[in-house]
């Protein structure tokens, strides 16, 4: 069974930064995973990808910003943010790439509020 636990969102001003954390079960350490972003009144959308050899990838409003590295012996993912921006205020939740993209019913975990403030 899948559980997916993220931590470490809170609000900060402009140009900070914060760590997020998640941390998984009944995921393989063979599956590429992902963080995502949920934006008020916006579809989720993913904003880091990492492979299991870790490569990773961006969107572009965020590539230069923030960081994608997991940690396979402890079954955990970390998302490093620097210079955030009120634009990136939402909920950030992480996932495993294939089952987000085939299972229309994936389970997701609570997520963590990120709030930027102007």
């Known amino acids: 069974q899948v559980q997916l636990v993220e931590s470490g969102g809170g609000l900060v001003q402009a140009g900070g930064s914060l760590r997020l954390s998640c941390m998984y079960s009944?995921?393989?350490?063979?599956?590429?995973m992902a963080w995502y972003r949920q934006a008020p009144g916006k579809q989720r959308e993913m904003v880091a990808f990492?492979?299991?050899?870790?490569?990773?990838s961006y969107s572009d409003s965020v590539k230069g910003r923030f960081t994608i590295s997991r940690d396979n012996a402890e079954n955990a993912m970390y998302l490093e943010m620097n210079n955030l921006k009120p634009e990136d205020t939402g909920v950030y939740y992480c996932?495993?790439?294939?089952?987000?993209?085939?299972?229309?019913?994936?389970?997701w975990g609570q997520g963590t509020q990120v709030t930027v403030s102007s």
């Open positions: 996932n495993d790439v294939v089952r987000v993209m085939t299972d229309q019913n994936v389970y």
């Open positions: 009944g995921i393989s350490a063979l599956n590429a």
């Open positions: 990492i492979s299991r050899q870790e490569g990773t």
